[in-house]
Antibody, heavy 121, light 110 residues
Framework: QVQLVESGGGVVQPGRSLRLSCAASGFTFSGFGMHWVRQAPGKGLEWVAVIWYDGSKKFYADSVKGRFTISRDNSKNTLYLQMNSLRADDTAVYYC??????????????WGQGTMVTVSS | QSALTQPASVSGSPGQSITISCTGTSSDVGSYNLVSWYQQHPGKAPKLIICEGSKRPSGVSNRFSGSKSDNTASLTISGLQAEDEADYYCCSYAGGGIWVFGGGTKVTVL
């Protein structure tokens, strides 16, 4: 069965870095685009970033552009989110999600359980 | 990259029908027909309930239905049940590789 397991969250000081991982299993990881979505405490879902199935295209929300980098290692079935220059408003649960669709349409059919990132001094 | 607009809360009695709106612009919801909807219970990951505007994934109750008119997508829950009490989010492509969610709607079963 499809499984997505995030890891790497924790408490980090403002300005520092953190790398999240999302280990995928139960499907052909290299055949699917993948997204990161976050949810601040008590708030709604916020789209963060997307990476094409082969890593050829990446797009970011304005709120993280220039600070976060999405990447993947298809040989390890793993998605990553490198987060630099972290700010307090990056505090959130970060979910990875499998994407079904094309360039301008689609949906998330599987989600991980999320990993909590807290940015605080 | 503005969030799609959803009502903060909607409530209904068991057995009733409720509708949640998701209003965007001609650059997102209005341009792309395929809004998706997600249900999220407290402390849980979101769950896909409507894809491609109006399709239900396998295992999702037929009490959930989706539609769209111009810049507004809608999710209708018919025959409201206690288990439907959750947060609901819409999501749309917004162009330029960017995706956007609605602000979320808390559904309360009275």
């Amino acid at each position: 069965q499809v499984q997505l397991v995030e890891s790497g969250g924790g408490v980090v000081q403002p300005g520092r870095s953190l790398r999240l991982s999302c280990a995928a299993s139960g499907f052909t990881f290299s055949g699917f685009g993948m997204h990161w979505v976050r949810q601040a405490p008590g708030k709604g879902l916020e789209w963060v970033a997307v990476i094409w199935y082969d890593g050829s295209k990446k797009f970011y929300a304005d709120s993280v552009k220039g600070r976060f980098t999405i990447s993947r290692d298809n040989s390890k079935n793993t998605l990553y989110l490198q987060m630099n220059s972290l700010r307090a408003d990056d505090t959130a649960v970060y979910y990875c999600a499998r994407f079904i669709g094309g360039d301008n349409s689609g949906y998330y059919d599987y989600w991980g359980q999320g990993t909590m990132v807290t940015v605080s001094s | 990259q503005s969030a799609l607009t959803q009502p903060a809360s909607v409530s209904g009695s068991p057995g009733q029908s409720i509708t949640i709106s998701c209003t965007g612009t001609s650059s997102d919801v209005g341009s792309y027909n395929l809004v998706s909807w997600y249900q999220q219970h407290p402390g849980k990951a979101p769950k896909l309930i409507i894809c491609e505007g109006s399709k239900r994934p396998s295992g999702v109750s037929n009490r959930f239905s989706g539609s769209k008119s111009d810049n507004t997508a809608s999710l209708t829950i018919s025959g409201l049940q206690a288990e439907d009490e959750a947060d609901y989010y819409c999501c749309s492509y917004a162009g330029g590789g960017i995706w956007v969610f609605g602000g979320g709607t808390k559904v309360t079963v009275l």
